[in-house]
């Protein structure tokens, strides 16, 4: 099945709505509306992260890159876009930001969510750093050809466990 959610969580250890979320996710919007990924995020702010005020005033100006960039780098979440919009024209595509470190249950949860990734190009930001504004990032892609479980997992294995498997 492909995946058809408009952003995906990954939680990590910094506590949600009071609870420590980590190794689960939220699923957030749908591909299949045409809402903008921020506003799907307004949505769900709604009733999550409301200790967070700046995630209580976004709109449809607010960048979904420095959100992620926030989520991700400051919180320790993962967080995918799926970033598909004309399929028969480029296919389908996604990106990841992925925080500076990952707990064992991410990855797991991460890994296995890929099985909804097949035919997707995917970006893999990480190593971030927020200058004026504008958000630098090394980046890791796979084209639709790749397989991306064992891309993510060489990933995680290089970029986290340095190599060594646990």
Sequence with gaps: ???QDK???FYGMDPVDGQIKN???????STEKEDFHILCFREFCKSHFLDIKAFQNLSYRSSIDVVSYFLSQ???HVVFLNTTKDIEKYGYSGMFFMPPELTEEQAKLVTSFTEELTS???VVNYD???NAGIIEAKTK???SDVNIKKFIQDFIDIQYRKGKKK
């Excluded at 190794?23 to 919007?29: F, L, Q």
């Design 7 to 9: 952003i995906v969580l």
């Design 1 to 3: 099945m492909k995946n």
């Design 128 to 130: 971030m750093a927020l």
């Design 23 to 29: 190794g689960t996710c939220d699923r957030i919007g």
């Design 141 to 143: 892609q796979a084209t």
């Design 74 to 76: 400051v919180m320790g």
């Design 120 to 122: 997707f190009q995917i």
